[in-house]
């Protein structure tokens, strides 16, 4: 059964805040991918995507209903 993390990113202009899930065997949690979830949030959404301190959960077993699904 595969594990997902979350992690929240916030909008920095308004404040908008997303909670993005991705599945952990795919994904390493570093710098690169959290730049690529910024980066992908600005493509999808507009605007100016920043992670949320400590806001990261790992070995989920499934992402949480209001999180949008990375990769």
């Given at each position: ?46 605007g100016q995507w920043r992670v ?20």
């Open positions: 059964m595969p594990k997902y993390c979350q992690e929240k990113f916030t909008e920095t202009t308004n404040g908008t805040e997303v909670k993005v899930c991705w599945r952990q065997d795919k994904h390493v949690h570093d710098a690169t991918l959290i730049t690529a979830i910024e980066l992908w949030l600005q493509a999808e959404r507009g949320r301190a400590n806001s990261y959960q790992s070995n989920q077993s499934s992402c949480s209903v209001d999180a949008i699904s990375y990769g």
